[in-house]
T-cell receptor
Framework: EAGVTQSPTHLIKTRGQQATLRCSPI?????VYWYQQALGLGLQFLLW???????NRGNFPPRFSGRQFPNYSSELNVNALELEDSALYLC?????????????FGDGTRLSIL | QKEVEQNSGPLSVPEGAIASLNCTYS??????FFWYRQYSGKSPELIMF????GDKEDGRFTAQLNKASQYVSLLIRDSQPSDSATYLC???????????FGTGTSLTVIP
């Protein structure tokens, strides 16, 4: 069974540009979560998508947005990139029974802002 | 504010010893608790999850949950150098299905 896959592995951008990160969940998983992990910091929750809808978002500005496609894959868009957006962005997926289901993580996209 | 707190460490134990990692959380309504292991530069890997009070064992790992005292712990028996990593505690507070992660405890197993 394939795990959560993310692309690209690395992404280098400059301030003000826009970045798009992609995620494919484990087969059968309908929920997709996005996290930001800045160097030396913990995981910060960004967004949760389920059945194509945004269900919850963390304390991030609106320039962080995303969507989920009918095949449950997802993309995260970050507009007007700032230096502090440099981080590892992790995608996770879980089964639809959210309450007790663990999240399984992809390998992440490392975003570097120059 | 729902919070999950871990001792950041670093925690060092000799090979073969028991490593004990602790996590406290702030919400009595929480029902799901998870332990992840994260090697440097890698993504978190699920080790165990626990829902009920008491102990849950899986190989060398034992998770312990005490809802009344609001803590969850992870014991690693017969620690190996390959166990050296950062261990993340995660709690699902249900409302909004949002996982809250602790900042992690760094564990080093000394050969």
């Amino acid at each position: 069974e394939a795990g959560v896959t993310q692309s690209p592995t690395h992404l280098i951008k400059t301030r003000g540009q826009q970045a798009t990160l992609r995620c494919s969940p484990i087969s059968g998983h309908t929920s997709v979560y996005w996290y930001q992990q800045a160097l030396g910091l913990g995981l910060q929750f960004l967004l949760w998508y389920d059945e194509g809808e945004e269900r919850n978002r963390g304390n991030f500005p609106p320039r962080f947005s995303g969507r989920q496609f009918p095949n449950y894959s997802s993309e995260l868009n970050v507009n007007a990139l700032e230096l502090e957006d440099s981080a590892l962005y992790l995608c996770a997926s879980s089964l639809a029974d959210y309450s007790n289901q663990p999240q399984h993580f992809g390998d992440g996209t490392r975003l570097s802002i120059l | 504010q729902k919070e999950v707190e871990q001792n950041s460490g670093p925690l060092s134990v000799p090979e073969g010893a028991i490593a004990s990692l602790n996590c406290t959380y702030s919400d009595r309504g929480s029902q799901s608790f998870f332990w992840y292991r994260q090697y440097s530069g890698k993504s978190p890997e699920l080790i165990m999850f626990i829902y009920s009070n008491g102990d849950k064992e899986d190989g060398r790992f034992t998770a312990q949950l005490n809802k009344a005292s609001q803590y969850v712990s992870l014991l690693i028996r017969d620690s190996q150098p390959s166990d050296s990593a950062t261990y993340l505690c995660a709690v699902n507070f249900y409302a909004g299905n949002q996982f809250y992660f602790g900042t992690g405890t760094s564990l080093t197993v000394i050969p």
